[in-house]
């Protein structure tokens, strides 16, 4: 029973480009949620997403949008890409409000 | 608003001693808790979690937290802690569309 899986697990960009990461759920989950992870800090609630329609966002600007499809898979798209978006990118899936699974991660590098 | 606090930012203990790290919340409601470990280069893995009743939860690898509301804490604990304990753990309050992540304790484990 495979967990969640991400890809890439690591990506190098420049800064104004932009960036799309994926995520497959852990098998039975519906619920695809992101988030992001500076160096030394916790991870920060991008959005989530359910039945292909973004459920709820943190506090991230317009250049964070995100994409649910019907295999419950997600992308996180990341447009005009800053220094600042360099992190760990995770993705979490659940079902029904049970805990939630994390994958590895995306380490997005942007110079 | 929600939010959590880890006061510790690293931690050093001996292998064998007992553990504690500290978590302190700000929720509106009776809070979902949870705690998570996560290694160097990989995702978040759910150590345990507290949605209500007993106030002592046990949790995977011989961790557990107790739910103290008096003093909104939900410290963890380990009697003896082992090499392999080495990581960072997370703190998190909050509902699946929306967690909240302290940022973090590092464990430090001296032989």
């Known amino acids: 029973d495979a967990g969640v899986t991400q890809s890439p697990t690591h990506l190098i960009k420049t800064r104004g480009q932009q960036v799309t990461l994926r995520c497959s759920p852990k098998?039975?989950?519906?619920?695809v949620s992101w988030y992001q992870q500076a160096l030394g800090q916790g991870p920060q609630f991008i959005f989530q997403?359910?039945?292909?329609?973004?459920?709820q966002r943190g506090n991230f600007p317009d250049r964070f949008s995100g994409h649910q499809f019907p295999n419950y898979s997600s992308e996180l798209n990341v447009n005009a890409l800053l220094l600042g978006d360099s992190a760990l990118y995770l993705c979490?899936?659940?079902?029904?409000?049970?805990?939630?699974?994390f994958g590895n991660g995306t380490r997005l590098t942007v110079t | 608003a929600q939010s959590v606090t880890q006061p510790d930012i690293h931690i050093t203990v001996s292998e064998g001693a007992s553990l504690e790290l500290r978590c302190n919340y700000s929720?509106?409601?009776?809070?979902?808790l949870f705690w998570y470990v996560q290694s160097p280069g990989q995702g978040l893995q759910l150590l345990l979690k507290?949605?209500?009743?007993?106030?002592l939860v046990q949790g995977i690898k011989g961790f557990e937290a107790e739910f103290k509301r008096s003093q909104s804490s939900f410290n963890l604990r380990k009697p003896s802690v082992h090499w392999s304990d080495a990581a960072e753990y997370f703190c998190?309050?909050?509902?699946?569309?929306?967690?909240?992540f302290g940022a973090g304790t590092r464990l430090t484990v001296k032989p």
């Open positions: 098998s039975g989950h519906d619920t």
């Open positions: 998190a309050v909050g509902a699946n569309n929306d967690m909240r």
């Open positions: 507290y949605f209500s009743g007993d106030t």
């Open positions: 979490a899936s659940s079902f029904n409000n049970s805990p939630l699974h």
């Open positions: 997403y359910y039945e292909e329609e973004e459920r």
């Open positions: 929720y509106g409601a009776t809070p979902y």
